[in-house]
């Protein structure tokens, strides 16, 4: 038998805890309570229990606290936490400690032997006490839902889709799933919160959308299958068609549910989108279409509701004469090397599709994608190197956006870092001709330079290294060759007897009155002036 003791301030939250619970046959006995996080982490000593329920707020010592400190002690502990705080704080710190089980008051006796009874079947892996029989079942059971998941992974990923026109009784058979003739469905349910970049906070929901679409769903569905893909889970159903409406208010209810369960964690929102009812399976792909419409529109209509009916979408704004405008100002502004620039484009496209009448999430949506692949064009065609999986990891991103405002804000920020990296890194790939022509300049400046001969060097053309010395230097190549001999000559007047003469030929003149002449319009006085001011 499993041990489990009961810590709670509240002797009548611990009693109740005692009576909701059929214990013998989870295979478990209650071997002690205590009133505070301190005498609960003297009966851990004392009891060895195998489970801990506890609440999170205890005198002495909280429930996180015990959680830590009862992992030091004995790591193949487990801990169900009881809360009846909302604190995301308090989640995150126990989903790091590898707490799973997090049930919010009141507690419900369904939830609570749910958590137990997993907690026991890992304890009985641990264990290995499982019969032959047992193992056998196991693993039938884990190779039935991994080809019932397969089914469902071909349809959401549109793979295979002459899977869908084969018979009910073939694919019942194929795929192990018990299909009748009735009415099919898909429904995505989408949760967003920025906490889910953590693995851990997208499992701790996942196993809380599992369980509460099992309770919701399991005795009106002939048939259901979960498949979860980052932060959307899609759902496929087959009903009897009179169970349709009742069908939508358990959806209702799930969502009202998952509202509570993730209201632990921050920002957490639900949203769910139930697709087109259909009758025949192979309608499902229209199905699953329409549901994706509906998902993308809670960047319109915002989340946490439940979204149903026909949705198509509209026209797309990446064909308008807006967005034609658009492209050339983004174009200019990418060319510019300048990441002001660059956002001001974004930041009036954003602007203008968000005041836009009538604009649906899926076009929102689409246009983001659109201009990271004319960002993409754009740097690839100027050959300037971004992050290879840049469009992967932004859909990736794009996807965890609950508004469109949001969505634009997250696009504009992903495309300004990656192109003030990417423009960075693309000056100095530019300044390293120019540094090249500079250093050549310094070594010869005393001989007949011209532009073609230093591009030869640096190995551009004429007509680019100009353009690209200019932004660089702030000056043209024979003005910057003109500087550098004024300088020398600046430097020999003052440190040498040469004539100007001499130090005419020296800088690579080899006429006097054009070396004096020059020299003034440099320096605002002729050479001999120079010289008797500053020598």
């Not at 997993?118 to 892996?125: D, I, K, P």
């Not at 201009?371 to 991103?397: H, P, Q, T």
């Not at 990296?421 to 007949?448: C, F, G, I, L, M």
Request: charged share 30%; net charge neutral; glycine share 6%.
């Amino acid at each position: 038998m499993l041990k489990v003791l009961i810590a709670d301030d509240e002797k009548k939250i611990c009693q109740l805890i005692k009576k909701l619970v059929d214990w013998e046959t989870l295979g478990m006995e209650v071997a002690a309570f205590a009133a505070d996080g301190i005498e609960a982490m003297e009966k851990v000593k004392e009891h060895h229990p195998d489970i801990v329920i506890t609440d999170i707020r205890m005198p002495g010592l909280d429930g996180l606290e015990l959680v830590r400190l009862g992992k030091e002690f004995n790591p193949r502990m487990e801990f169900v936490i009881i809360s009846g705080y909302r604190h995301f704080e308090y989640a995150q710190t126990a989903i790091r400690h590898g707490v799973s089980n997090y049930i919010l008051k009141p507690i419900k006796k369904e939830e609570l032997t749910e958590s137990l009874g997993r907690l026991a079947e890992r304890f009985r892996e641990k264990t290995e006490q499982l019969s032959y029989e047992e193992k056998v079942k196991r693993t039938l059971k884990s190779d039935t839902e991994t080809i019932r998941k397969a089914f469902l992974s071909d349809i959401v990923l549109r793979r295979n889709r002459e899977l869908l026109k084969q018979p009910l009784e073939t694919l019942n058979q194929e795929f192990h799933y018990s299909f009748r003739p009735g009415n099919f469905c898909t429904a995505i349910l989408k949760m967003d919160s920025h906490v889910f970049d953590d693995e851990r906070n997208r499992r701790f929901m996942a196993d809380k959308v599992r369980n509460a679409i099992g309770q919701q769903l399991e005795d009106c569905v002939w048939e259901q299958e979960l498949l979860f893909v980052e932060g959307f889970c899609y759902v496929l159903l087959n009903f009897e068609t009179e169970t349709r409406p009742e069908i939508r208010r358990r959806f209702r209810g799930l969502l009202d549910q998952l509202r509570v369960q993730g209201g632990i964690l921050e920002n957490f929102s639900v949203t769910i989108a139930l697709g087109t009812v259909c009758e025949r399976l192979e309608e499902l792909e229209a199905s699953l279409k329409n549901a994706r419409l509906l998902i993308e529109e809670r960047l319109i209509a915002g989340t946490g509701k439940l979204l149903d009916g026909e949705l198509s979408a509209n026209g797309s704004f990446a064909e308008s004469e807006e967005f034609t405008e658009f492209n050339g100002l983004m174009s200019q502004a990418l060319e510019s090397l300048e990441v002001f620039a660059v956002r001001e484009a974004m930041l009036k496209l954003k602007s203008r599709m968000l005041s836009l009448r009538g604009v649906t999430g899926h076009e929102i949506l689409q246009m983001t994608r659109e201009v990271c692949n004319l960002y993409l064009f754009f740097m690839k065609n100027y050959r300037i190197r971004i992050e290879e999986d840049f469009l992967e990891s932004y859909n990736a991103g794009a996807d965890n956006c609950a508004s469109a405002a949001e969505l634009f804000d997250y696009m504009i920020r992903r495309i300004t870092a990656s192109y003030e990296k990417a423009a960075k890194q693309k000056r100095q790939d530019e300044n390293r001709p120019v540094r090249s022509v500079k250093k050549y300049v310094s070594e010869h400046y005393n001989e007949p330079l011209s532009l073609e001969q230093v591009s030869e060097v640096a190995r551009l053309s004429p007509a680019y290294l100009s353009t690209i010395f200019k932004k660089d230097t702030g000056m043209t190549f024979l003005e910057y060759v003109s500087k550098v001999r004024m300088d020398m000559a600046k430097q020999l007047l003052k440190e040498t007897n040469l004539t100007v003469a001499d130090i005419c030929g020296r800088v690579g003149y080899s006429d006097v009155r054009y070396f004096t002449k020059t020299f003034a319009k440099y320096s605002g006085l002729k050479p001999n002036e120079y010289r008797k001011l500053y020598s």
